[in-house]
T-cell receptor, first 115, second 114 residues
Framework: AQSVTQLDSQVPVFEEAPVELRCNYS??????LFWYVQYPNQGLQLLLK??????LVKGINGFEAEFNKSQTSFHLRKPSVHISDTAEYFC?????????????FGTGTRLLVSP | EAQVTQNPRYLITVTGKKLTVTCSQN?????MSWYRQDPGLGLRQIYY???????DKGDVPEGYKVSRKEKRNFPLILESPSPNQTSLYFC?????????????FGQGTRLTVV
């Protein structure tokens, strides 16, 4: 079975500073990896995904993530955050051969951007 | 516009009173699922369906039922709700094939059982 660990429940950061949200996973099979964002009172929106190929994945809103197979990590980064990036971010994994259907989520990281 | 629609968005009910949360998608997706989101636990899958009349349990199915009589609809049924089912619920849909697509989520239903 797959599992996802997001060690940071909350990350405070100042506007225009860089940020990294950490995600580690465990799985005995190949996986697909995802980052979702949840703005207040809204559903989940896909930020980016890793299926195969280049380990550096670029997503929407200036976010990117790097897949590191040896460290089983998929950390999310943004070089300069905005107030509007304040939201909760979820890392998720699915079995590689079933694609994105069954998603296993981490517990989420709340990003708090202040002026 | 491609979307997953859940109703209602907010619901307060009493213990034991049967309720249904509806979910509808307009993308002709085969796969649909329900998740619940709880603080500190992330999202956990309740039930899923791979096509009409095909449903199966997810990780936390106790106390829930689902049905899939039509491809577009996947209602979540709580026959006898209890306070531990107070949560934020999300419906999601995705195609079964095609690697370059994604799961689409509804706006969520916040349920309170008193």
């Amino acid at each position: 079975a797959q599992s996802v660990t997001q060690l940071d429940s909350q990350v405070p950061v100042f506007e225009e500073a860089p940020v990294e949200l950490r995600c580690n996973y465990s799985s005995s099979v190949s996986v697909y990896l995802f980052w979702y964002v949840q703005y207040p009172n809204q559903g989940l929106q896909l930020l980016l995904k890793y299926l195969s190929g280049s380990t550096l994945v670029k997503g929407i809103n200036g976010f990117e993530a790097e897949f590191n197979k040896s460290q089983t990590s998929f950390h999310l980064r943004k070089p300069s955050v905005h107030i509007s990036d304040t939201a909760e971010y979820f890392c998720a994994v699915s079995r590689g051969n079933t694609g994105f259907q069954k998603l296993v989520f981490g517990t989420g990281t709340r990003l708090l951007v202040s002026p | 516009e491609a979307q997953v629609t859940q109703n209602p968005r907010y619901l307060i009910t009493v213990t034991g009173k049967k309720l249904t949360v509806t979910c509808s998608q307009n993308m002709n997706h085969e796969y649909m699922s329900w998740y619940r989101q709880d603080p500190g636990l992330g999202l956990r899958q309740i039930y899923y369906s791979m096509n009409v009349e095909v449903t199966d349990k997810g990780d936390v199915p106790e106390g829930y039922k689902v049905s899939r009589k039509e491809k577009r609809n996947f209602p979540l049924i709580l026959e006898s709700p209890s306070p531990n089912q107070t949560s934020l619920y999300f419906c999601a849909s995705s195609p079964l094939t095609g690697r370059n697509t994604e799961a689409f989520f509804g706006q969520g239903t916040r349920l309170t059982v008193v």
